[in-house]
T-cell receptor, first 111, second 116 residues
Framework: DAKTTQPNSMESNEEEPVHLPCNHS???????IHWYRQLPSQGPEYVIH???SNVNNRMASLAIAEDRKSSTLILHRATLRDAAVYYC????????????FGKGTHLIIQP | NAGVMQNPRHLVRRRGQEARLRCSPM?????VYWYRQLPEEGLKFMVY????????ESGMPKERFSAEFPKEGPSILRIQQVVRGDSAAYFC??????????????FGPGTRLTVL
């Protein structure tokens, strides 16, 4: 699976939007873009995924660049419970293959 | 519907002992994945199993580690002759039967293995 690059950490204030970037310049045509997050002392949880079009769900939005070489996870109104490590992952098996987690972005939310 | 269950949650072993980690997937899920997270690092994929079959073990160390997912019962990750470097959090995930639609992986709470 192709490599992703994310900032090590980001800080935001509670109840403000958060934009978490991810670069994946070597993405292939069949790669899905997945986002998982890991809260402290817990297992990861799925956030959102996309292929080519922007996506929205109850947790977040995913904005995918037209050339697919980057994407942005958007938390519309961050809460303290959103403090976690966010992982951007590329995988071509529709989510069913083993996932390659990088170091992710440590999101800090200030009250 | 209970989530993915892992036990024990914490396991302490002395060097040279065996460690057995168990994972019960979500009801109706036939795919199981094992990942290892070393301190201060991201998760590393180890193995992907379906019932009675290993599908992908490309991330599994060649020696001392084995995994199974029998027809009945939980999936087992077995580490023989543990060493201090095996100390890590081991996470199991499960997924429903692969179809043409997306397969989200649901993770358990992990087993934290400490080797003394």
């Amino acid at each position: 699976d192709a490599k992703t690059t994310q900032p090590n950490s980001m800080e935001s204030n509670e109840e403000e939007p958060v934009h978490l970037p991810c670069n994946h310049s070597t993405i292939s045509g069949t790669d899905y873009i997945h986002w998982y997050r890991q809260l402290p002392s817990q297992g990861p949880e799925y956030v959102i995924h996309g292929l080519t079009s922007n996506v929205n769900n109850r947790m977040a939005s995913l904005a995918i660049a037209e050339d697919r070489k980057s994407s942005t996870l958007i938390l519309h109104r961050a809460t303290l419970r959103d403090a976690a490590v966010y992982y951007c992952i590329l995988e071509s098996g529709g989510g069913a293959d083993g996932l390659t987690f990088g170091k992710g972005t440590h999101l800090i939310i200030q009250p | 519907n209970a989530g993915v269950m892992q036990n024990p949650r914490h396991l302490v072993r002395r060097r040279g002992q065996e460690a057995r980690l168990r994972c019960s997937p979500m009801k109706g899920h036939s795919h199981v994945y094992w990942y290892r997270q070393l301190p201060e690092e991201g998760l590393k994929f180890m193995v992907y199993l379906q019932k009675e079959n290993i599908i992908d073990e490309s991330g599994m160390p060649k020696e001392r580690f084995s995994a199974e997912f029998p027809k009945e019962g939980p999936s087992i990750l077995r580490i023989q002759q543990v060493v201090r470097g095996d100390s890590a959090a081991y996470f199991c995930a499960s997924s429903p039967l692969r179809t043409s639609s997306y397969n989200e992986q649901f993770f358990g709470p992990g087993t934290r293995l400490t080797v003394l």
